[in-house]
């Protein structure tokens, strides 16, 4: 039976990868409306286009003044004001203030004319409905936002390469900037492969199972950004699977071949990464469990990953290898990192030094309590070992384990 | 100026909303196709239809034996055993093993009749074409998933309430689920309200900004699962507020009411809250910075949230208080914990004790390294501290502060 060769740390297998592929997105871009942007990839620099705040805007309730009329207030000796009036809500002032003179001012609304301050209406007593007093002195600017503090019209908003966030979509709507150039969704073909591997709606027959794959790598394709695009199932003849390969390839930006990436005889996914273009496989074998019989390649510029047929390999590797190759397809060099939760280890876990393990565990406890990660064993494969987890911890390779009661970051898949 | 009364912090003021209502779905429930299920939450317990694996099933390469045959098996002493076939993967066997007889086994693939365990292929050699050495013994099982070992007919897949992930939809499919019943959407209703504010679409006049509120908000609905049901804008008018505030409370399952929930003379949103239904407002007022003129209130069964019309006040209610109960509208009881980061923060940060500061944090640092949280300073209100920012630092109510060099946690938006 053939060896591994080159079994490399996952991290290093991906940046062999990543660094054949450009910076820029590969997949090309397409104008989409900001409110619909959430989570797609910015395709080039947005510049401000005007200054926010657009105005003087109060920061505060109050009155706005002239700061120097405030100078020497205190408790013991307020300054005295007439009130000539207010600047409501989304209007000019139609009000200058003369010596002595203050206006009534909302939180994110104008000042007076000659105003260049606000008192808040904590520091102020009203003597009758045209008297105020103020007990404290303000500096010029004090309570009040000044234009183009938030952002200024000569600024970036936000870069090339980055995921939009709710505040993203607030922060370039607040600028009248109702569309913007986001990246193309990458496609990624999924191939399962095996005679053995059924279509879901099938009912499997003695020996078979039904196609998880598929849809387990669509779910972290669709997460990552990506439009996964189901290719099918092909058997065990290795020209089917070639002539599938290709097909899927051409249709996609990159590629992602489930099982047959082991080095069994009937195994031979390696040789079809071969054959898809140049250069090939890059990688063959992760040091990693699960998910060691995994392939990582570059086909003519397009990345083609092998997953181990097992459900639970494929979803470990695809979750280190595929989403940040999605991401890097639009060309966000530095991806959200995956979602990771702080617990206590509850069991000792074992681990061969020498190689990454990825162990899943079910958090238990309280919200305000320590949250304590139970590790969930089971046989290699099993899915529902992922269903009853909440996430993995991860076993460094140069630990030959971690203790219970130690601290461990607990992945989501 | 009216006060404050029972400025309540944000967990005891969600809880006592969601101690109102119920556990079940309040929305109703549809079924939907597996693989469109990612993110939705189930409406009633899934049980396995079946077991899986569904037949004994090698969990190695190599050979499938009667265990009895390999006792005492050693590499000094190994046992011989006559290859009579092999099973192919997705295919039952075709052949039954006699005393001494071996048959290949694949990973996932079905064992030879008669046969109770499998032998790895590394720990056996090939003497020639029809004669295998295994130098170890293997128990009965040993290297074969059992029937049910996996999941078993008689157990639960998923319970009511759980967030449909990858690994879910996986294992749903492996068990040939093609559809489920989940809860639908919430529809959460948001009205903009304020003399001030303007559609994105148009050119602020003095004194006016764009609506962001609707938008951030509707991020935010749509991260938890919800759907968003933008009501446009209202101007400061009392009456027109009110009408507005009604009609979509009756679209919706849910209403977020931004602006206007601050205590000045012209913000009266607590009183549409009254207005609006049985009980009405719960909370007014949280022991939180920013976001502390919130309101949370209940009408004829739907929850009303008062957001403050500061868009960083705004989003960090909404994160705090809107996430946890869309989730609950859709009978998920425990929903998944916002995303956070662990970091070492970088400056002081200064706070106030009694009541929970959130403070943006700018997160600097390599992969390996450790992170560090650099807080982002502006005044309040500004949108672009937010978009600035990775996430927020929570300084807890009984903390005067956090000092740089400690550990926290950034949790994102």
Known sequence: MPEFFNVLPPQEALALLLDL?????ATGAGVVETVDALGRVVAAEIPATESLPAFPRSTMDGYSVRAADTYGASDGLPA?????????MGCAPDVSLEVGEAVVAYTGGMLAGNADAVVMVEHTQAIDAHTI???????????????????????MVLPAGHVIRPQDVGALLALGIEQIKVSARPRVGILSMGDEVVHPGATPGPGQVRDINTYTVAGQVAAAGGTAVPLGLVGDDYEEQLVAARQGLAQSDMLVLSAGSSVSARDRTVDIVAELGEPGPLVHGLALRPGKPAIVGLCDGKPVIGLPGNPVSAMVVSSLLLRPTVYRLMGCVHPPPPVERAAILAQDIPSAAGRED??????VGGRNGMVKAHPVWGKSGFIFTLVRADGLVRVPADAGGIYAGESVQVREL
């Open 21 to 25: 592929l450009p910076e820029r997105p």
């Open 80 to 88: 005295w004001f007439t009130l000539v009036g207010e600047v409501p």
């Open 133 to 155: 007093e103020v007990m404290r002195p303000v500096a010029p600017g004090e309570n009040v936002a000044q234009p183009g503090e938030d952002v200024g019209a000569d600024e």
């Open 358 to 363: 990825y162990v899943p565990v079910r958090l």
